[in-house]
């Protein structure tokens, strides 16, 4: 029913095994290390056609430097940390919340509420553009980082309520009734008994939020415009000028806008491979 270990196959499997995973990680990383050359290559190489060659020069200095004080990104950084932040602890709050509602109460059309939250997640997010556009222009919303945080938080509840339900569904019940027993109240039980069990999935799922918030850009698009409210990936295409596209500053603003979600990672790679492992084996 599962395939077999590649630790049990045979010497021929083993050895393909070996000889296409290296190939596979070269096509994995030749966009990153072309971005990579991209942000380093002097203007000139564009405009004489070089552009899968090695650089003519190194402009790296001068790329991140026209990046960092002769545009708009340490706006349009300062406006995603505005709207992921937020957005992260938003959903986190709402999702522990109905996690903890439709994981521990039985009531009647539980099962029923859960899978509304399921079904959102398979609405294709394209088809909602003109009604979430003209709801944001009807609340008076567009083009503000308030409208996107709202939205963001409204969308990804849904995964988020699925990822925390199923956790704390896993937890031991007889830790809750026996809370219970001793009469504290409901409250007190999901902050001082549920939440702590779930510091690995709380961190896996920020990390999970924070890299789907911050790599939006068809959102980011539809709902924000100019420099006051648009996040980084959206703003990277201010370096298009009106005949030609400046891709060597669009890959280094590429590369400073990859740095957050990479270094929220490492950050949080501990808890982050533990809350995915959780309730794996008993």
């Given at each position: 029913?599962?395939?077999?270990?590649?630790?049990?196959?045979?010497?021929?499997?083993?050895?393909?095994?070996?000889?296409?995973?290296?190939?596979?990680?070269?096509?994995?990383?030749?966009?990153?290390?072309?971005?990579?050359?991209?942000?380093?290559?002097?203007?000139?190489?564009?405009?004489?056609?070089?552009?899968?060659?090695?650089?003519?020069?190194?402009?790296?200095?001068?790329n991140y430097g026209r990046v960092f004080f002769d545009s708009d990104m340490p706006r349009y950084l300062l406006n995603s940390v505005l709207i992921t932040v937020p957005t992260v602890v938003g959903v986190v709050i709402l999702s522990s919340m109905t996690g903890f509602a439709l994981g521990i109460y039985k009531f009647r059309s539980n099962l029923w509420i859960f899978f509304m939250f399921v079904a959102g997640n398979f609405v294709p997010f394209q088809i909602l553009m003109v009604p979430v556009r003209d709801l944001t222009l009807d609340m008076?919303?567009?083009?503000?980082?308030?409208?996107?945080?709202?939205?963001?938080?409204?969308?990804?509840?849904?995964?988020?309520?699925?990822?925390?339900?199923?956790?704390?569904?896993?937890?031991?019940?007889?830790?809750?009734?026996?809370?219970?027993?001793?009469?504290?109240?409901?409250?007190?039980?999901?902050?001082?008994?549920?939440?702590?069990?779930?510091?690995?999935?709380?961190?896996?799922?920020?990390?999970?939020?924070?890299?789907?918030?911050?790599?939006?850009?068809?959102?980011?698009?539809?709902?924000?415009?100019?420099?006051?409210?648009?996040?980084?990936?959206?703003?990277?295409?201010?370096?298009?000028?009106?005949?030609?596209?400046?891709?060597?500053?669009?890959?280094?603003?590429?590369?400073?806008?990859?740095?957050?979600?990479?270094?929220?990672?490492?950050?949080?790679?501990?808890?982050?491979?533990?809350?995915?492992?959780?309730?794996?084996?008993?």
């Open positions: 029913m599962f395939p077999t270990p590649i630790e049990k196959r045979g010497p021929a499997a083993k050895a393909t095994y070996q000889a296409f995973l290296p190939v596979a990680l070269l096509l994995w990383l030749a966009p990153l290390v072309a971005v990579a050359i991209f942000s380093v290559k002097p203007d000139v190489d564009f405009t004489t056609g070089n552009y899968w060659g090695l650089p003519s020069a190194f402009a790296g200095a001068d008076g919303l567009y083009n503000t980082k308030t409208g996107l945080v709202l939205f963001h938080i409204a969308f990804q509840t849904g995964f988020a309520t699925l990822f925390m339900r199923n956790f704390i569904r896993a937890l031991p019940f007889p830790l809750i009734e026996a809370a219970r027993v001793e009469g504290v109240a409901e409250w007190r039980i999901y902050w001082f008994v549920v939440l702590p069990l779930l510091k690995p999935a709380l961190a896996a799922m920020a990390v999970l939020i924070f890299t789907f918030i911050w790599n939006d850009y068809f959102w980011a698009v539809v709902l924000t415009q100019g420099a006051e409210s648009q996040p980084v990936t959206a703003g990277i295409t201010s370096f298009n000028a009106q005949y030609r596209a400046a891709y060597h500053l669009m890959s280094a603003g590429s590369i400073v806008a990859a740095l957050p979600p990479v270094a929220m990672f490492f950050l949080m790679q501990k808890h982050f491979i533990a809350g995915l492992t959780l309730g794996a084996v008993k």
